[in-house]
Protein backbone atom coordinates (compact mmCIF):
# COMPACT_ATOMS: atom_id res chain seq x y z
CA UNK A 1 0.00 0.00 0.00
CA UNK A 2 1.22 3.53 -0.93
CA UNK A 3 1.95 5.61 2.28
CA UNK A 4 0.00 8.92 2.43
CA UNK A 5 1.50 12.32 3.21
CA UNK A 6 -0.44 15.21 3.63
CA UNK A 7 0.51 18.36 1.96
CA UNK A 8 -1.16 21.22 3.07
CA UNK A 9 -4.96 21.92 4.21
CA UNK A 10 -7.47 21.23 1.29
CA UNK A 11 -9.17 23.50 2.80
CA UNK A 12 -7.02 26.74 1.89
CA UNK A 13 -7.05 25.69 -1.53
CA UNK A 14 -9.50 28.18 -3.42
CA UNK A 15 -11.73 27.42 -6.21
CA UNK A 16 -9.36 27.81 -9.58
CA UNK A 17 -6.51 27.51 -7.23
CA UNK A 18 -3.88 24.92 -7.76
CA UNK A 19 -0.73 24.21 -5.34
CA UNK A 20 2.41 22.60 -6.94
CA UNK A 21 4.05 19.80 -5.23
CA UNK A 22 7.02 16.35 -6.17
CA UNK A 23 5.88 13.14 -6.52
CA UNK A 24 8.20 10.30 -6.78
CA UNK A 25 6.23 8.26 -9.20
CA UNK A 26 7.80 4.33 -10.24
CA UNK A 27 11.26 5.63 -8.68
CA UNK A 28 11.38 8.96 -10.59
CA UNK A 29 10.44 12.47 -9.08
CA UNK A 30 8.11 13.96 -10.88
CA UNK A 31 6.44 17.85 -10.68
CA UNK A 32 2.75 17.23 -9.88
CA UNK A 33 -0.36 19.58 -8.43
CA UNK A 34 -3.48 19.82 -7.28
CA UNK A 35 -6.34 22.19 -8.25
CA UNK A 36 -9.61 22.86 -6.72
CA UNK A 37 -12.50 22.61 -9.27
CA UNK A 38 -16.31 22.66 -8.91
CA UNK A 39 -15.41 22.16 -5.45
CA UNK A 40 -13.11 19.49 -5.48
CA UNK A 41 -9.83 18.72 -5.42
CA UNK A 42 -7.96 17.16 -8.00
CA UNK A 43 -4.31 16.16 -8.49
CA UNK A 44 -2.23 15.39 -11.52
CA UNK A 45 1.26 14.92 -12.63
CA UNK A 46 2.32 17.95 -14.11
CA UNK A 47 3.35 17.37 -17.85
CA UNK A 48 1.41 17.37 -21.17
CA UNK A 49 0.86 13.51 -22.60
CA UNK A 50 1.49 14.86 -25.64
CA UNK A 51 5.02 17.69 -25.63
CA UNK A 52 6.48 16.43 -21.91
CA UNK A 53 5.82 20.48 -21.24
CA UNK A 54 4.11 21.57 -17.43
CA UNK A 55 0.68 21.88 -17.49
CA UNK A 56 1.01 25.59 -16.09
CA UNK A 57 3.89 28.33 -16.82
CA UNK A 58 5.52 27.80 -13.48
CA UNK A 59 3.34 30.01 -11.56
CA UNK A 60 0.38 26.89 -10.08
CA UNK A 61 -2.27 28.30 -12.55
CA UNK A 62 -4.17 25.90 -14.14
CA UNK A 63 -7.16 27.61 -15.55
CA UNK A 64 -7.41 30.79 -17.61
CA UNK A 65 -10.51 32.94 -17.20
CA UNK A 66 -12.92 31.57 -20.27
Known amino acids: MTPVRILADARRLR ?4 ARFVIVLDGV ?3 A ?3 RH ?3 VHAYVNSCR ?3 LPLDFGD ?3 FDEA
Open 15 to 18: EGDG
Open 29 to 31: SRD
Open 33 to 35: FAV
Open 38 to 40: RGA
Open 50 to 52: HQS
Open 60 to 62: ARF
